[in-house]
């Protein structure tokens, strides 16, 4: 299966913990990447590999991969982490380019 | 550090050809490490991979674009195009550009564009 699995939308309250998770078959053989967007601007990379940050990227952001499931956890949310958050795989054939999830809409209350 | 930006027309009549350019900027695009990448999202909804290319002539395509599909490579400009033929007012969309690295276990878009507004229609 191609597919990745978000939930549309997550909540949390401001400086709690919160996982956003992303299910697809091909996360048992590839890792996911994380993209986060804020309105009006173009997607940032904010994790990849098994638990990997680019440069810039404050470490309350952390990735896991359990079976088919991939979590990005941002611990002690802020109010600048309020954004849509992108999973991406590749295809269960390994072929280069994305795969991308729905999206989840974070809001930090 | 490497910026990419696209260009091309906002506003594509239907049935006709949707064309666009990413220009790499500080960096060069005949790194044998990256593939070089387009990404679509259209008004309100989610991203959409349409299809990737290395310097040297790899292309990958979303099968579901496959069909109305070309991407190319120009070494001597630094550029990569886009080419969707037939387009459909559900072509409408954000167009990115980005470059992809990608590993035995991973794929990533570590660097996009701003992105182009593509509107179909007459």
């Known amino acids: 299966s191609s597919e990745l699995t978000q939930d549309p939308a997550v909540s949390v309250a401001l400086g709690q913990t919160v996982r956003i998770t992303c299910q697809g078959d091909?996360?048992?053989?590839?890792?996911a990447s994380w993209y986060q967007q804020k309105a009006g601007q173009a997607p940032v990379l904010v994790m990849y590999?098994?638990?990997s940050r680019p440069s810039g990227i404050p470490d309350r952001f952390s990735g896991s991969t359990s079976g088919n499931t991939a979590s990005l956890t941002i611990t002690g949310a802020q109010a600048e982490d309020e954004a849509d958050y992108y999973c991406?795989?590749?295809?269960?054939?390994?072929?280069?380019?994305?795969?991308f999830g729905g999206g989840t809409k974070l809001t930090v209350l | 550090q490497l910026q990419l930006q696209e260009s091309g027309p906002g506003l594509v009549r239907p049935s006709e050809t949707l064309s666009l350019t990413c220009t790499v900027f500080?960096?060069?695009?005949?790194?044998?490490?990256?593939?070089w990448g387009w990404i679509r999202q259209p008004p309100g909804k989610g991203l959409e991979w349409i299809g990737s290319i290395h310097h040297s002539g790899n292309i990958y395509y979303n099968p579901s674009l496959k069909s109305r599909l070309t991407i190319s490579v120009d070494t001597s400009n630094n550029q990569f195009s886009l080419k969707l033929s037939s387009v459909t007012a559900a072509d409408t969309a954000v167009y990115y550009c980005?470059?992809?690295?990608?590993?035995?276990?991973?794929?990533?878009?570590?660097?996009w564009g701003q992105g182009t507004m593509v509107t179909v229609s007459s």
């Open positions: 500080s960096g060069s695009i005949s790194s044998r490490t990256y593939y």
């Open positions: 590999a098994k638990n």
């Open positions: 991406d795989s590749r295809d269960s054939s390994g072929k280069h380019g994305g795969v």
């Open positions: 091909s996360l048992r053989s590839y890792y």
């Open positions: 980005a470059r992809e690295v990608s590993t035995i276990t991973y794929g990533v878009f570590d660097i």
